[in-house]
């Protein structure tokens, strides 16, 4: 007997597939605020459920980061919606995990020239000092 290469019941697929994915979550992450202070790095495994209309309806994380990662992975798989599914008329949900990563955002630095301005005293061939500031954020 030959098996088939076809599941009898198919996975919610999320339209466009992985690359919509991964983008979409990329837009609605918000790195938490205590997270960024303690400089916490890494990944948050969820496992959600998806039912038959293509809703998010169980969310769990399955490791923690803390500071408030294992929430906002939470929140961004929760708002997923996946296309309803075709299952030979049944209703199912099916399940999936999803592994999002945290990575800090390269530190800012902002730099400012100030010249130092002539004054009506001051003779012609004093020129303007400049001096160069780095600020990091």
Not at 36 to 54: P, R, T
Not at 98 to 123: M, Q, R
């Amino acid at each position: 007997m030959k098996k088939s290469s076809k599941n009898f019941i198919k996975k919610a697929e999320y339209p466009g597939g992985n690359k919509a994915l991964q983008k979409f979550i990329a837009q609605n992450l918000k790195y938490p605020k205590a997270a960024l202070i303690a400089k916490v790095e890494g990944f948050v495994l969820v496992k959600y459920s998806v039912d038959f209309n293509g809703m998010v309806v169980e969310c769990k994380a399955l490791n923690s980061l803390g500071h408030g990662c294992d929430d906002e992975a939470e929140r961004v798989v929760s708002m997923l919606k996946y296309e309803p599914q075709k299952n030979r008329n049944m209703k199912v949900s099916t399940k999936h995990k999803l592994k999002i990563n945290f990575k800090l955002p390269p530190s800012k630095s902002l730099k400012y020239n100030i010249t130092k301005a002539k004054t009506a005293n001051s003779n012609k061939n004093d020129t303007g000092e400049t001096f160069g500031y780095t600020i990091n954020i």
